[in-house]
């Protein structure tokens, strides 16, 4: 039987989705490794091969970039941006947090209890 849906709002369940964006896996590996360390994300994907285009210093620029999806919850993000912007190389970090609003029940319920 398939692990029911819970709707995270109704649930009081804060569970967030995380977008950084870093210049390589090296960088991607120590933040990653270091939000689980320290419980300030319960989980963090790491994908290699994204190429971001954006507007710095008044060029457009293009860049590989490795992008980071953090799983953490709304009342840790503060800690967890923090701890990001310690560690950060970018002047102006992209951090993006996105409200989970469902999601697999046992899964909400493991990310909140993977948190400090």
Same mark, same amino acid.
């Given at each position: 039987? #398939?692990?029911?849906?819970?709707?995270? /709002?109704?649930?009081?369940?804060?569970?967030?989705? %995380?977008?950084?964006? +870093? #210049?390589?896996? +090296?960088?991607?590996? $120590? &933040?990653?490794?270091?939000?689980?360390?320290?419980?300030?994300?319960?989980?963090?994907?790491? $994908?290699? @091969?994204? $190429? *971001?285009?954006?507007?710095?210093? @008044?060029?457009?620029? *293009?860049? /590989?970039?490795? !992008?980071?999806?953090?799983? !953490? !919850? $709304?009342?840790?993000?503060? /800690?967890?941006?923090?701890? %990001?912007? @310690?560690?950060?190389?970018?002047? +102006?970090?992209?951090? &993006?947090?996105?409200?989970?609003?469902?999601? *697999?029940?046992?899964?909400?319920?493991?990310?909140? @209890? *993977?948190?400090?």
């Amino acid at each position: 039987m #398939p692990d029911p849906l819970i709707d995270n /709002e109704q649930a009081n369940q804060e569970v967030l989705l %995380v977008y950084c964006n +870093v #210049p390589d896996s +090296v960088v991607a590996n $120590r &933040i990653a490794k270091q939000l689980v360390a320290d419980r300030r994300a319960a989980c963090v994907n790491i $994908r290699e @091969g994204v $190429r *971001s285009i954006y507007i710095w210093d @008044g060029q457009v620029r *293009s860049e /590989e970039e490795v !992008t980071l999806a953090i799983k !953490t !919850t $709304r009342q840790n993000y503060a /800690e967890l941006e923090k701890a %990001v912007l @310690g560690m950060h190389p970018y002047e +102006v970090p992209e951090l &993006i947090a996105i409200p989970i609003k469902i999601g *697999s029940q046992k899964y909400l319920e493991w990310v909140e @209890g *993977s948190i400090k």
